[in-house]
């Protein structure tokens, strides 16, 4: 999730206005979480991974 979170510059536009959706949905699709559950965990975990390289690791890890 945080590799694709990077992917989208950590950040989800609305549905009606995103290019990439069908993209998103894929994805969320194959985590196994709903759009909303990777929108919070996105918010949750922005500012964790650009705080600083070791807390990146535990973000990711929080995912596997």
Known sequence: ???????????LRRKDQEDDN???ERFCR?????RQVFKVWMHNH????????S??????SLTQ
């Not at 194959?30 to 709903?34: A, D, F, K, T, Y």
């Not at 922005?46 to 390289?53: D, W």
């Open 1 to 11: 999730m945080l590799g694709f979170a990077e992917k989208l510059e950590w950040k």
């Open 22 to 24: 069908d993209e998103i």
């Open 30 to 34: 194959n985590v196994g979480v709903s």
């Open 46 to 53: 922005k500012n964790i991974s650009s705080s600083s390289p």
């Open 55 to 60: 807390m990146t690791g535990n973000a990711s």
